[in-house]
Each structure stands twice: as structure tokens, then as C-alpha cells.
């Protein structure tokens, strides 16, 4: 239900099924981001078997983990409604999300990229650890906080630059509020905790592979960053709203308006009511009741798709609050450790906003980069609010007050959980079989999933020791078939060219190890900047041009591929001599 069959997520399958086979790392698999995931997966299917199923038992058990510190991040640091809501805004907003029709990897069981949800989980216990560590100035905890960190390391950057920056954000609050002593050999022991897995990493690589090489992997996507320039890029560009900064910016200003103007009739509304029934509790049940209905009933009142577009203003003024918060109550010790970590959480969230910050999101991108910072909106209404109505009009109308909130928050959770329900209904369509069984999208809507259905049947019929290359990607094909890529490469998308040093150092490794059958899978391409693999003259025509010197056409499922904007899917065999002609609609 939950992976996308053509886009992104095969990666996830193939890699640690070839590494649990013995395969290694950048010796026979070149990959772009940190070995952690990959690694952990492959001993997971060593352990329960090689399957999809594996995958998402072992994500729901790490995203029911992440749930629990969520809630008791938030409980300690705030109160606990706000953890009751931030963690039911965790789970039923990010984590099995479906907003977008065709593309089903933004959610938190089997997503675009392991990497990327597991190290904002894992980020999730670095500040959980801080927490503790603050409270109880317990070494275990600062170690505990640095291993994650490092461990955040060997998964992606952007969240650990994200993390980083916590990091020397909490250290120099322990650093100016504690003796000099005891911070430095805490410090220590966070720096140790840091070091032991990325130390770890490199000691294992480097049992098999150059020192040099061993570093590189370790490292990750680090040596990848400054090989292309994403902002170049018209799908990173439209992500991060840099296609239209000005009319970006100002569609973040009116829905932060409309917000404000929400929150204010929720406000007054509750202030009201409180003047009006002082000695009546279950006033407040019958108002929050009142507001789920009503933003539930009529969601246009609020605007939920857009809702996305207020956290960079959210979060700067929550993250503000509390450092002022912290400052002030500096001598109270309890005060400054709820304080810091909410600034650290609200450091987090908007840097974790940087790569959608004038298109902010809840879908697409938005299941991992928007979610800290929701999460801070959440909690914050909850609490800060709330307390501000309590001290002006008495308990009784921040209580009305906070019932109101709770029944916009669960209006929306409920306004997103039915978005994605109405599409996972439309996934009727099985592929794969036994633990490896998907549900897509019916090929009535849309003909790729029983195209994809028969390229794998056919996939399935050849020799088992077939081996397989599917251009740009389709690693799902290869997975699933069971059929290995003889190249060291996942994907061929353009921006891979940019990492793996050209089109023409690609292709030398390809005709080192030519595939029995090469497969053309239909790709749009065009959010790359690019045209068609293959018919682009800056993407994919060398490796094409080699392609149809010795390789023969012999299955078409569809149209043919990456000539029209029909889907298809093409399967070529290697020719043990003379040249194959292309088919005509592929000349060029």
C-alpha cells in the first residue's frame, strides 16, 4: 500500500537485498548517501527474510519508537495536551500520508528514502538525549545523544546540519551554565559518543576497501554536495519556491494572516464564552465539539492544503518565545532546560524548512521537512496561548481556549487522514506476491502499474542468473524479479551523472559489466531539465547511442519508451555481434 512501484523506492529494496547476498559498498554498489540504512536493512533481512514486509514491520516498530519520545519531548517541555496532539499529528498527518495521485513514497513506512526519515528520527532521541541530559547531567545520556548524532551522520546531511547546529547550540548552554569542569568532560563524552559510530564505520570499510575509500563511504552524500548545483535544478527550484520567491513569499504572509484571524475568532470566541457560562465545565467539551464540526465540516473556512505555508513565520516566532523565555528564567535550572530544548527544537524545524522554505508543505517533501516544524506550531498554540488567556481572563477561558484549539487540530488531522484514505482506495491493484505484495493505483486511471505487471512477469521468465539494467531506473523491476544489475549504479537520472563523474566514466563501467538485458523504462524527466533519456543530447545519448549498437529489441509492453509522453516499457537483449538499429520512433 504504502511504496511507489516506479519512482524512487526500489533503491531501498535492491541495495540491502544485494548487500545481505555479500555484496559491499562502492566496490560493487555506488551510492550517494550514508551506509547506515542500507546496512541495517540487510541485516534485518538476514534476520526475517528478504521481503517488503520486513521493510515495513521494522519502520512501523522505528516509527512507533519515535511516537513514544515525541510524546514525552513534549510532555516534559511543554504540558500534556501538547504532547497528546503533537503526537497524534505525528502519526496521523506524516507517517502513512498519501497526498500526492501516482507517487506513493512520502510517508514514514516505505519512503522516497530511509535515510532521510531515519535520521529525523534519529534526531528525534538526539534532542530526547539532550533532554535527559540536562535534567540529570547523567554522561550515559550525553553519549547516548552524541551516538545518534553520529549516527544521523551516516544517513543524510541536511538533517544533520539540522541536528549540528542543536548540537552547538546545546552545548554552549551547558557550556555558560554549568562549572567548567564538569561541561568539559560532558562535552567529552558527547564528542566520544559522536565519534564511536563514524570511527565504527570506517573500521569496517576499511576491512575490505582502501582507507581512502572506506572514508568516502563513510561519508556518505558529503563529497557529493558541491558536484551539482541544485538551484539550477527546476524540481528543487520549485520545491524550495525559488521559481517564484515574490509570489511565494506573499502567499506565506496571507495565510499567515488568515491564521492569525482564525486563532483570533477561536480566541475571542472562547473569551466570550467563558464571560458568558464562568461556572459551567462542560462548557468547554461543547465549544471544542462546536469547532472540530464546524473546520470539519466546512474545510474551506481554513484552508488545510495551505497550512504548510505559516510554519516558516511559526516557527521563527515560537523558537523567539522560548529563547527569550530562556534567557529570562536563566537562574530557574528546570525553566532554562524546558526553554532550550524547545529553542533547539525550533532550530531544527526551520532549518529543516530550508530546502521547501517559501513553498512550505505539508505533502510531498513536506512529510519530513515540514514535520518538526508542525509539530512546533502544534505544541506551541497548546501552551504558550493558552497560558497568555489564563493570566488575563482566569483558568477558565484559557481552558475554553485550548478546547478550541484541540478541535481545530483534530479537524485537520482528520481533513488529512480522509485525503489519504481517498487515495489508498484507489490502490486496488496487486504486484509482486507472498511478502513482496504492493497495492497501486488501478491500471484503469492509469495504465503504468499493469504495464509494470507485465515487464515483471516477463522479467521473472528469463534464466535466474539473468542479470538486469533498467534506464534511467526501475530497481523495483530488479527486486522484485529477482534479477541483479550488473552495473554499480541505482539510478541514471541527470542529476546522478553530476555525482558519479559524467556520461562517459558511466559508460566505461556499463561496458564493463554489459547486462544480459537492458529495460527502457518510460521516465518524464522534464522537473530534471531535461528531455528524454536517451533523445536528450545532454542526458543519456552517449550511453543510448552504445545501447543500440549491441542490444536487439525484443519486448514492448506500451508504447514505445521515452519518445512520447505515452507510458511503455521496452525489454533489449545483448547482441553477441553486429550492429541492432533502433526502432524507428526512437531515430533521431
Not at 511507489?4 to 554498489?29: A, C, E, R
Not at 513514544?68 to 513534549?74: A, E, G, K, S
Not at 533547539?344 to 512529510?367: N, T
Not at 530497481?475 to 555525482?499: E, G, H
Request: hydrophobic share 45%.
Amino acid at each position: 500500500m504504502w511504496p511507489d512501484v516506479f519512482v524512487d523506492y526500489g533503491h531501498n529494496l535492491y541495495i540491502p537485498w544485494q548487500l545481505s547476498l555479500g555484496k559491499m559498498l562502492d566496490f560493487d554498489i555506488v551510492w550517494k548517501y550514508g551506509p547506515l540504512s542500507v546496512y541495517f536493512h540487510s541485516l534485518m533481512f538476514r534476520w526475517f527474510g528478504v521481503s517488503i514486509t520486513t521493510l515495513i514491520g521494522v519502520n512501523l516498530a522505528l516509527t512507533a519508537a519515535t511516537a513514544w519520545f515525541l510524546f514525552l519531548l513534549f510532555r516534559d517541555t511543554c504540558n500534556v495536551w501538547s504532547a497528546r496532539l503533537s503526537t497524534l499529528v505525528f502519526l496521523g498527518v506524516f507517517c502513512f500520508s498519501q497526498y500526492l495521485t501516482g507517487v506513493g513514497t512520502y510517508n514514514y513506512i516505505c519512503p522516497y528514502s530511509y535515510e532521510m526519515t531515519h535520521s529525523v528520527i534519529l534526531s528525534v532521541f538526539h534532542i530526547w538525549c539532550w533532554k535527559i541530559s540536562f535534567q540529570t547531567q547523567n554522561h550515559r545520556y550525553f553519549g547516548l545523544a552524541g551516538v545518534s548524532l553520529g549516527g544521523v551522520f551516516l544517513l543524510k546531511s541536511e538533517p544533520f546540519l539540522a541536528s549540528g547546529v542543536c548540537a552547538i547550540l546545546f552545548g554552549l548552554v551547558l557550556w555558560a551554565g554549568t562549572e567548567r569542569k564538569p561541561a568539559l568532560s560532558r562535552l567529552a563524552t558527547y564528542a566520544v559518543g559522536f565519534l564511536a559510530p563514524v570511527l565504527f564505520s570506517v573500521g569496517f570499510f576499511a576491512g575490505f576497501l582502501p582507507l581512502s575509500q572506506a572514508i568516502h563511504v563513510t561519508a556518505g552524500s558529503w563529497p557529493y554536495i558541491f558536484r551539482s548545483n541544485l538551484s539550477e535544478i527546476l524540481l528543487y527550484r520549485y520545491i524550495s519556491g525559488f521559481d517564484a520567491p515574490v509570489a511565494n513569499f506573499w502567499h506565506m504572509v496571507k495565510v499567515s494572516l488568515a491564521l492569525l484571524g482564525g486563532i483570533g475568532i477561536i480566541a475571542g470566541l472562547a473569551i466570550a464564552l467563558h464571560q458568558a457560562n464562568r461556572n459551567r465545565p462542560w462548557i468547554k467539551y461543547a465549544y471544542g465539539t462546536a469547532v472540530f464540526v464546524a473546520l470539519w465540516a466546512m474545510p474551506d473556512w481554513w484552508n488545510w492544503p495551505q497550512i504548510g505555508r505559516v510554519l516558516p513565520v511559526t516557527t521563527i516566532f515560537f523558537t523567539t518565545f522560548w529563547g527569550v523565555d530562556c534567557l529570562r528564567g536563566w537562574s530557574d535550572r528546570e525553566r532554562r532546560c524546558r526553554s532550550i530544548i524547545m529553542v533547539g527544537w525550533g532550530v531544527f524545524s526551520f532549518l529543516m524548512l530550508g530546502k521547501i522554505i517559501l513553498h512550505a508543505r505539508i505533502d510531498f517533501y513536506g512529510f519530513v521537512h515540514a514535520m518538526p516544524a508542525m509539530l512546533l506550531l502544534t505544541s506551541g498554540f497548546m501552551t504558550i496561548l493558552p497560558q497568555v488567556l489564563s493570566q488575563r481572563w482566569g483558568p477558565g477561558g484559557g481552558d475554553l481556549f485550548r478546547a478550541g484549539l484541540v478541535g481545530a487540530v483534530l479537524a485537520g488531522v482528520v481533513f488529512y487522514w480522509q485525503w489519504s484514505d481517498r487515495l489508498y482506495a484507489l490502490k486496488t491493484f496487486t504486484i509482486g506476491e507472498g511478502g513482496d505484495t504492493l497495492l497501486t493505483f488501478d491500471p484503469r486511471l492509469d495504465f503504468a502499474p499493469y504495464g509494470f505487471a507485465l515487464a515483471l512477469e516477463y522479467a521473472q521468465s528469463l534464466p535466474p542468473n539473468t542479470t538486469l539494467l533498467v534506464l534511467p531506473e526501475g530497481l523495483s523491476l530488479n527486486y522484485l524479479a529477482r534479477r541483479p544489475n550488473p552495473t554499480p549504479y541505482t539510478s541514471l537520472l541527470k542529476l546522478d551523472f553530476d555525482i558519479y563523474g559524467g556520461e562517459p566514466q558511466v559508460l566505461q563501467r556499463i561496458q564493463a559489466h554489459p547486462p544480459d538485458y537492458i529495460t527502457l523504462m518510460h521516465r518524464d524527466t522534464t522537473e530534471w531539465g531535461t528531455g528524454f533519456f536517451g533523445a536528450d543530447p545532454h542526458y543519456g545519448k552517449l550511453i543510448m547511442d552504445w545501447v543500440w549498437q549491441n542490444y536487439e529489441q525484443v519486448h514492448l509492453i506500451g508504447a514505445q519508451p521515452m519518445t512520447s509522453n505515452q507510458y511503455g516499457i521496452a525489454f533489449l537483449r545483448l547482441r553477441s555481434r553486429g550492429v541492432n538499429p533502433p526502432p524507428e520512433s526512437v531515430r533521431h
